[in-house]
């Protein structure tokens, strides 16, 4: 069964330091999301991408984070400037017709800043 | 209460027995979808019910929708250890993203 891959699973980082987390969702599905969820709390949605660009973001999603699909399989999640809140698992999710099947989420990518 | 609020918060049941949970969300949506998530691990889909269907089955689920309501409920029958996880509903709200619900923690008893 086709699966969403996300690397590393586990990145520990200094605070203010940059961190990006891969993502490879699945070949056909036209929709990708990250979402995160801080140990303990929701899953909470941070953006939607389709055609190349941003679709949809939350108060979260602020100047510190990107998105890209560099080249046509990754899409990654760019973090510039790391604070310690943003210490939670990361998820990428895709999709391949909106609003009509459920999502695909990989198995995350813990961020720990210290 | 935030959309996606589901209870009970924690459930604890033998094997064999039949495990239910509720949602409830306070928006108009396109759909309801419920997923598991095993600790510290990914979210997997489980089934997505269409604001026009009020119940669906897929293997020993079974998910209801009260769109008056606005109250989804997921029924797992005869569990097993094995479904010892957490269960989340989400609601696509006609936008381009999912709202989550606080979640259900179950643990299924040998």
């Known amino acids: 069964e086709p699966e969403v891959t996300q690397t590393p699973s586990h990145q520990v980082t200094q605070m203010g330091q940059e961190v990006i987390l891969r993502c490879v969702p699945i070949?056909?599905?036209?929709?990708f999301y990250w979402y995160r969820q801080i140990l303990g709390q929701k899953v909470e949605f941070l953006v939607s991408?389709?055609?190349?660009?941003?679709?949809?973001k939350s108060e979260i999603f602020d100047d510190q984070f990107s998105v890209e699909r560099p080249d046509g399989s990754n899409f990654t999640l760019k973090i510039r400037s790391t604070k310690l809140e943003d210490s939670a698992m990361y998820f990428c999710?895709?999709?391949?017709?909106?609003?009509?099947?459920?999502?695909?989420f990989g198995s995350g990518t813990r961020l720990t800043v210290v | 209460s935030q959309q996606g609020e589901e209870d009970p918060q924690a459930l604890s049941i033998q094997e064999g027995e039949n495990a239910t949970m509720n949602c409830s969300y306070k928006?108009?949506?396109?759909?309801l979808q419920w997923y598991r998530q095993n600790s510290g691990r990914g979210l997997v889909h489980l089934i997505l019910?269409?604001?026009?269907?009020r119940e669906k089955h897929s293997g020993r689920l079974r998910v209801t929708l009260d769109t008056s309501k606005k109250s989804s409920s997921l029924l797992i029958t005869a569990s097993r250890a094995a479904d010892t996880a957490s269960y989340f509903c989400?609601?696509?709200?006609?936008?381009?993203?999912?709202?989550f619900g606080t979640g259900t923690r179950l643990q299924v008893f040998p």
């Open positions: 070949s056909n599905h036209l929709y």
């Open positions: 989400a609601t696509d709200a006609h936008t381009d993203k999912l709202i």
């Open positions: 928006t108009s949506i396109n759909n």
């Open positions: 999710a895709s999709s391949d017709r909106k609003g009509l099947s459920g999502y695909t």
């Open positions: 019910i269409r604001s026009n269907e």
């Open positions: 991408f389709y055609n190349n660009e941003i679709s949809e």
